[in-house]
């Protein structure tokens, strides 16, 4: 069977697959094969015996067959040859189970990579919610996902194949002996049918070289016949006798004549051509030279004055000339004579000038058609129309189409009017996009024909147009036009490997543009992954000038990102690869389009902040963005420049760069914070403006007054509600200088160093310097200021921190310069959270000393005075602590006033307290007196106004209330600094006024008891008394008040023992006959009463402010007595608590009626 699975055949018959003839039997059976056509070659079969099957199929052992043994078949394998059946060894197949295992392998090899390719493709999530799947799944006929299916079936259709062709081999392999001899038959039916090939082709060399064997038979006859006799009677004779060849003499002789004749012949002539003056007349002739053309050589026949001029010779002068062939001369010679018969010498010469120009044409297109089979090849079109010659260069460059064309001119110039004929010439036009281009410069060497030459210049020239297209273009955007960067562009006529365009990127990275003379691609250089993708993009535009030019920015926009993004490895910058803006928010924050965005942050910035470095057209700049988000509005965050500046192309853009420009931008953010906070406190700072970022560029300080930075409190807010100039208040203080330190490497913390000058002396700085104070404080006595060292988040501010430490250091120097100067006080230990001081010792007394704890954190100093149960001023450690905490003054006048005010209020405060100690609460302290009912309750309303309450049980107590009564309120006293005309301070004792809406009781529980106090110490003038008497007040010296306040309290001791010891009586009729207004007051109708009690007079009503002129605690109501807590109804509004207590809405309490259960009494 031959290889395309055709039957052998024998005579152009075919035969049947396994059987084999001998060579008789063909011979033999080859004349009826001829005569009768008969497909078969057996002619006939007997009628016992079986046909043979095709295919060599033999009969079953079934079949019982009779066959007779001279036409029994033996089996095809049985017979062959065994150099037949053994041509392929064994050794040259490969077992079965190794070729199922490489393709095995080879199967899943191809599987892995493509799912890692498949990979790789995204395909949108784009369903067609109309043409859902009879499945239920997604119907997604994305162009991305169809590729993945038409790869994925592809490969599995493959596979399948190979697995069925393994599948076949397989099957073979159960019988491998079958297999291998039918291969090794096949194999050397092949080797004979190649022979049989290599045959018929040796006879038909054989046939082709025998065609120039044939020779003619040789004439033997006439070969004996001029071998014999030495000529030959069928040999042509000549009919004349041959002249006799002339001597050397009479050449020279016929040479002169001639010379002669033509010299008097060409100078005879009038129309002979300019071109044809030039002329030398020698050897009988004439030669003409026509420069970079042709030489002709003239002469003439005979004597005669009409003898016509006769070409003798003709020769072209430029090279390369092409070799004129003997026919060809004749030709030429024969149409010059024909010319010059016609029209003369002008004539010859126009034949041969446009002959020697054609020759040229002829020679430029056979060096065209060279260049565009060799190194030109593919880029290269010449064609030959209407004899002229067109070159179409950079032929697989998109979009451009430009050409040579060469051809014979006529040269007749249609307004040229001269007598000299216009003489041909050769035309050279260069057409560009399709326009001829009217400034052509060729140098062209008519003596040497180069085409290639010629090409290179036009190349040259289409090389400086475009390179200028693009250096104009490049001029007209921002970079370039501002010198800021360098472009140079160098630019030839003549070789277009000189034309090139370097542009500076940045620094001292320049780009190269070259445009290749044979394809017309523009080159870059140096070579790297992004500038053969800018080659690619560039080569691949349409318009060159304008396009090239913005891809080539967009290329130096891509170096400098990569040159950023390198810069920054290693650094402290984290890359937000993932972070986009959409083309508004580029647009409102950068203000136009950008090539390329690098965000940035630092980590210790927070999520609020950010770097962007933009790469546009017009430069690179880094903004520092903060983003702004509005949670409470549902307003979407956004973002806003905070600080912009350019980056020069000069710069050098290493990690170092980056390094310091974090150090700034933190700066920036730290300080810029810091000035938000203090515009919020105060507009009395100063922030000079921060200098641009450079290599070495200093953030400035920040400085504000530290009266200025100073936390609000109640009462300074207070004051300043009540119309006090907040200004007016505030003194000026010491200066804080803020500056920028970097940040903690380990916490990743702004540290912020603030300075402060201090008033303080050395000495007392000195003594401040201890190892137990703050280790952030740093103070210097020589140069009397303050250092503090803090650190807060880059997001947050440290002025808080430093505002709450220098309040701390102002209250420590205050304090101790005034213990410096104050007598009596003494300093008892020192440490960063408070100072312990002395200052008061008695002799039966233990030593008194307060500790002021400076509050932290914002909170306001506290006072601690010690000992504790035994120092009387720790009833007034609240008012001091409040007087502490306002910022109205200076810190050392509030200390001074503070030791100052101790000094003086001990003597009261010392006999308050031992009074509130003797006759003090049920509960606390028992009384030293036997049955004694007085309760003494003292409260401070501030350090110089004190509230004495005098509380008993009497016996008029309604009969309703059990013998376990509790102490009502029979009289209440104030004590109040005053000052005499002396100017002298004295302390004031007198009853608490009863002008105040917020109480509903008298001073006094009887009239009585007042007209007592009033009769014996308050209006009594004879004997003379340590205190002086004002009627309804008295008043002490403020080192003397315990003959004033003992004698007060003996009045009301003595009215509480009277009261006690005389029997129950029932109640006047004065006093019962007072009509009970609703809110305890007497009413309007009782004259008795007002006449009695003239506090009285006023009713009280809720809501209303006390009457105008009398004096009122703020926050606290007369003698620090609360209302009665009652149960009422929800108001819709909140009560001003500065003016206050609020009132309840009725109250059902009776002024004369202390035991009243219904409205008890409460104690602050």
């Not at 109480?999 to 209006?1019: G, I």
Request: aromatic letters at 6%; charged letters at 20%.
């Amino acid at each position: 069977m031959n290889g395309n699975g055709e039957r052998p055949t024998v005579n152009g018959d075919r035969v049947l697959n396994g059987l084999q003839r001998t060579a008789s039997d063909t011979a033999h059976s080859s004349p009826s094969i001829k005569n009768e056509k008969s497909p078969h070659p057996v002619a006939a079969i007997s009628p016992g015996r079986q046909q043979s099957r095709p295919n060599g199929d033999l009969p079953r052992k079934s079949e019982n067959v009779s066959v007779p043994a001279s036409e029994k078949l033996s089996d095809p394998l049985l017979d062959a040859p065994q150099d037949i059946l053994q041509l392929v060894p064994r050794d040259s197949y490969l077992p079965v189970a190794t070729l199922i295992n490489r393709a095995t392998q080879s199967c899943w090899n191809g599987l892995s990579s493509l799912v890692q390719q498949l990979a790789t493709i995204q395909v949108p999530d784009r369903t067609d919610p109309d043409r859902p799947l009879p499945n239920g799944h997604i119907n997604n006929q994305s162009d991305a996902n169809l590729q993945k299916k038409e790869r994925l079936m592809r490969f599995c259709y493959d596979q399948r194949n190979d697995f069925i062709k393994l599948a076949v081999l397989l099957d073979w392999s159960k019988n491998v002996d079958h297999v291998a001899k039918t291969i090794s038959i096949n194999y050397w039916l092949m080797r004979q049918r190649q022979a049989y090939w290599d045959t018929i082709a040796a006879a038909a060399i054989l046939r082709q070289e025998a065609a120039g064997f044939q020779l003619p038979n040789p004439d033997l006859k006439t070969a004996a016949e001029i071998l014999s006799t030495g000529r030959s009677a069928h040999l042509p004779t000549f009919g004349y006798v041959p002249q006799k060849p002339l001597s050397n003499k009479q050449i020279l002789s016929l040479l002169k004549s001639l010379n002669r004749k033509l010299t008097v012949k060409l100078a005879l002539i009038d129309n002979l051509p300019p071109q044809l003056k030039s002329y030398h007349v020698h050897d009988g002739r004439v030669t003409f030279t026509v420069p970079d053309m042709f030489e002709l050589d003239l002469s003439i026949l005979d004597d005669s004055a009409d003898s016509p001029f006769r070409i003798v010779d003709f020769r072209l002068t430029f090279s390369p000339a092409p070799k004129l062939s003997d026919n060809l001369r004749s030709e030429i010679e024969l149409c010059s004579n024909s010319n010059i018969d016609r029209d003369g010498i002008q004539g010859c010469f126009l034949f041969l000038h446009e002959l020697a120009l054609s020759y040229k044409l002829a020679a430029y297109q056979k060096q065209a058609v060279e260049l565009s089979r060799t190194h030109w090849a593919g880029n290269l079109r010449v064609e030959v129309i209407r004899r002229n010659l067109i070159v179409q260069y950079w032929t697989e460059k998109p979009n451009y189409k430009s050409w040579i064309e060469m051809g014979i001119s006529s040269g007749r110039q249609p307004s040229a009017m001269s007598p000299v004929p216009d003489l041909p010439y050769l035309d050279i036009k260069w057409m560009r996009q399709g326009k001829k281009v009217h400034n052509l410069a060729l140098n062209v060497t008519q003596s040497t024909l180069r085409f290639e030459d010629i090409l290179s210049q036009v190349v040259a020239q289409d090389s400086t147009l475009v390179i200028d297209d693009i250096y104009n273009s490049l001029l007209l955007t921002p970079l370039f036009s501002n010198a800021e960067l360098c472009v140079q562009q160098r630019l030839s006529y003549t070789d277009p490997n000189e034309c090139s365009l370097t542009l500076q990127l940045f620094r001292s990275t320049y780009l190269d543009l070259r445009i290749d003379p044979v394809t017309g691609s523009i080159v870059t250089s140096p070579v790297s992954e992004k500038s053969e993708r800018l080659q690619f993009e560039v080569n691949r535009s349409q318009a060159l000038a304008s396009d090239i030019s913005t891809k080539l920015l967009n290329f130096r926009a891509s170096i400098m990102e990569s040159v950023v993004l390198a810069a920054v490895v290693g650094t402290r910058w984290e890359v937000m690869r993932a972070f986009k803006f959409t083309q508004v928010e580029i647009k409102s924050l950068f203000g136009g389009p950008i090539v390329k965005l690098d965000m940035l942050r630092q980590p210790q910035w927070g999520p609020d902040y950010f770097l962007a470095i933009t790469h546009a057209h017009n430069g690179d700049f880094w903004r520092l963005l903060r983003q702004i988000s509005h949670p409470e509005t549902h307003v979407s965050t956004h973002f806003s420049v905070i600080l912009s500046q350019r980056i020069d192309v000069n710069q050098e853009l290493t990690p170092a760069y980056f390094e310091r420009l974090a150090d700034y931008t933190t700066g920036f953010i730290s300080l810029r914070r810091s000035a938000d906070y203090l515009a919020k406190l105060t507009d009395k700072y100063q922030l000079p403006r921060i200098p641009d970022f450079g290599d070495v560029f200093g953030l400035p300080q920040i400085s504000f007054p530290l009266d200025w930075a100073r936390p609000r409190t109640a009462t300074s807010s207070s004051r300043d509600a009540s119309g006090v100039s907040r200004d007016r208040a505030r003194t000026a203080a010491n200066v804080i200088n803020i500056r920028f330190e970097g940040v903690d490497p380990s916490s990743k913390e702004a540290i912020f160093i603030a300075k402060m000058d201090t008033s303080a002396s050395t000495n007392t700085l000195r003594q401040l310097v201890d190892p137990s104070l703050d280790e952030n404080v740093l103070l210097n006595p020589e140069e009397r200021s303050v250092t503090i060292r803090a650190t807060s988040a880059v997001s947050d501010t440290a002025i808080p921190t430093i505002v709450t430490t220098a309040i701390r250091l102002e209250t420590l120097i205050s304090t101790i310069q005034q213990i410096r100067h104050l007598p009596g006080v003494k300093l008892e230990s020192l440490s960063s959270s408070g100072v312990c001081v002395s200052y008061y010792k008695a002799s039966d007394t233990e030593e008194l000393s307060v500790r002021i704890s400076l509050g932290s954190n914002g909170q306001p100093p506290r006072l601690e005075f010690s000992p504790p149960g035994d120092n009387p001023h720790a009833l007034l450690a609240s008012p001091y602590s409040k007087i502490l905490a306002m910022d109205d003054g200076p810190t050392s006048t509030k200390i001074r006033d503070l030791f100052t005010s101790l000094m003086m209020s001990y003597p009261v405060v010392s006999f308050l307290h031992k009074l509130q100690k003797r006759h003090g609460a049920v509960g606390e302290t028992p009384s030293t007196e036997k049955d004694d009912t007085l309760r003494v309750h003292i409260l401070a309303r501030t350090v110089h106004q004190f509230a004495v309450q005098y509380f008993a049980t009497l016996p008029q107590t309604a009969k309703d209330i059990g013998s376990d009564q509790q102490p009502s309120l029979i009289a209440r006293l104030e004590i109040l600094p005053h000052t005499d005309r002396t100017r002298k301070t004295m302390w004031m004792v007198r009853p608490a006024l009863e002008e105040f809406q917020a109480y509903a009781r008298p001073s006094f529980s009887a009239t009585a008891l007042r007209n007592k106090l009033r009769q014996e110490v308050l209006t009594l003038t004879d004997p003379p008394k340590p205190w002086l008497a004002l009627d309804n007040a008295a008043a002490c010296l403020t080192d003397q008040p315990e003959p004033l306040l003992s004698a007060v309290h003996d009045v009301l001791s003595t009215f509480v023992k009277e009261a006690n010891s005389t029997p129950v009586r029932p109640e006047s009729t004065s006093q019962s006959s007072v009509k009970q207004g609703p809110g305890g007051n007497a009413s309007a109708g009782g004259a008795k009463a007002k006449s009695q009690n003239p506090a009285n007079v006023t009713t009280a009503s809720q809501g209303q402010g006390r009457s105008g002129g009398k004096m009122q605690v703020p926050g606290a109501g007369p003698n620090g007595v609360m209302k009665p807590a009652q149960q009422q109804p929800l108001q819709n509004q909140r009560p001003n608590m500065s003016q206050g207590r609020p009132m309840p809405n009725k109250s059902t309490g009776k002024a004369n009626a202390p035991n009243n259960q219904d409205n008890p009494i409460t104690l602050d």
